[in-house]
């Protein structure tokens, strides 16, 4: 007979914690001027916002934040979510950082909770590191388009190797199947912003050899036709720039906003009143 597995201990466990020591009250409400009245509901948008806070404080992508409100059921208390809730698309974070960027909204509720949750010990800024609500989101969008980026290149890569691989092997080295041969989902990039900095360089330089290489041949060559390596392109020219010849990795402020990007798929439109909440989805203080 196989043995229960210890309960999990709260004392122990920050994400848990923060629901039993934030004291300040927070609610969906405090949001709905930022959101349009009329279309599709939207999420409600403090989950949202613990979500993005846990994903700035753990080092996650959007993608990465999505897969741990869907299986870690710390997150889940902590959002007050069925076990089963399935979560959201990860572009809804990047819809939503967007949103409370252009109506001004980033600091309601973010640099409160941070201030609270730094007194009382459960988020711990490493030496230097900010952590007002402008660099939460900042260094989330950074890391989110670090991993578009890179999954960009593996899926590039992917296609060619079945559509041109003869070519493909003559214009790659070895090295580049440790680099992409993961999804980027399925690791953590680097932390530190210098080692972060030191592989969107390298991304960088390996994506635009990529494109070199595909421009060099003739004009009427089935590889300049290939959708993967115009998406590339098109991401390339996104997050990439060029400078006295030398390719360099954007700042936030110097891509387009989000609903620009080659990433964006859903919309969020309005705050779902409380009546119309789907069973199971309570929106409730925090």
């Given at each position: 007979m196989?043995?229960?597995?210890?309960?999990?201990?709260?004392?122990s466990?920050l994400v848990?914690q923060?629901?039993?020591?934030?004291?300040?009250r927070?609610?969906?409400?405090?949001?709905?001027?930022?959101f349009?009245?009329?279309?599709?509901?939207?999420?409600?948008?403090?989950?949202?916002?613990l979500v993005?806070?846990?994903?700035?404080?753990e080092?996650?992508?959007?993608?990465?934040?999505?897969?741990?409100?869907?299986?870690?059921?710390?997150?889940k208390?902590?959002?007050?979510l069925?076990?089963?809730?399935?979560?959201?698309?990860?572009?809804?974070?990047s819809e939503?950082?967007?949103r409370l960027?252009?109506?001004?909204?980033?600091?309601?509720?973010?640099?409160?909770i941070?201030?609270?949750?730094?007194?009382?010990?459960?988020?711990?800024a490493?030496?230097?590191?900010?952590s007002?609500?402008t660099?939460?989101?900042?260094?989330v969008?950074?890391?989110?388009r670090?991993?578009?980026?890179?999954?960009t290149?593996?899926?590039?890569?992917?296609?060619?190797?079945?559509?041109?691989?003869e070519w493909?092997?003559a214009?790659?080295?070895?090295?580049?199947?440790d680099?992409?041969?993961?999804?980027a989902?399925?690791?953590?990039?680097?932390?530190?912003?210098?080692?972060?900095?030191?592989?969107?360089?390298?991304?960088?330089?390996?994506g635009?050899?990529l494109?070199?290489?595909?421009?060099?041949e003739?004009?009427d060559?089935?590889?300049?036709?290939?959708?993967?390596?115009?998406?590339?392109?098109?991401?390339?020219?996104?997050n990439?720039?060029?400078?006295?010849?030398r390719l360099?990795?954007?700042?936030?402020?110097e891509?387009p906003?989000?609903?620009g990007?080659?990433?964006?798929?859903?919309?969020?439109t309005r705050v779902?009143?409380?009546?119309?909440?789907?069973t199971?989805?309570?929106?409730r203080?925090?």
């Amino acid at each position: 007979m196989r043995e229960s597995p210890d309960p999990i201990d709260k004392n122990s466990n920050l994400v848990m914690q923060m629901d039993d020591e934030l004291g300040m009250r927070f609610r969906d409400a405090d949001f709905a001027d930022i959101f349009a009245t009329q279309g599709q509901p939207a999420e409600p948008p403090v989950r949202l916002a613990l979500v993005t806070l846990l994903q700035f404080w753990e080092g996650l992508t959007d993608r990465q934040a999505t897969d741990a409100v869907r299986t870690r059921i710390d997150w889940k208390y902590l959002l007050c979510l069925e076990l089963t809730d399935l979560g959201v698309h990860h572009t809804v974070l990047s819809e939503f950082r967007g949103r409370l960027v252009l109506h001004g909204a980033e600091r309601r509720v973010f640099d409160a909770i941070l201030t609270l949750a730094q007194d009382r010990g459960l988020l711990k800024a490493g030496g230097r590191q900010r952590s007002d609500s402008t660099h939460v989101l900042g260094a989330v969008r950074a890391m989110t388009r670090l991993e578009s980026v890179t999954e960009t290149l593996r899926h590039t890569l992917n296609m060619l190797a079945t559509t041109h691989p003869e070519w493909l092997r003559a214009h790659t080295t070895a090295e580049w199947v440790d680099r992409y041969g993961l999804r980027a989902s399925e690791y953590r990039l680097p932390k530190g912003q210098e080692k972060r900095d030191t592989w969107a360089a390298q991304v960088g330089r390996d994506g635009q050899a990529l494109l070199s290489a595909v421009y060099a041949e003739p004009e009427d060559h089935a590889l300049r036709t290939e959708p993967a390596v115009e998406t590339l392109r098109l991401v390339w020219l996104q997050n990439f720039v060029t400078v006295n010849e030398r390719l360099r990795w954007r700042t936030n402020d110097e891509t387009p906003p989000p609903a620009g990007t080659l990433a964006r798929h859903t919309m969020l439109t309005r705050v779902t009143p409380p009546s119309a909440k789907p069973t199971g989805l309570t929106t409730r203080s925090i």
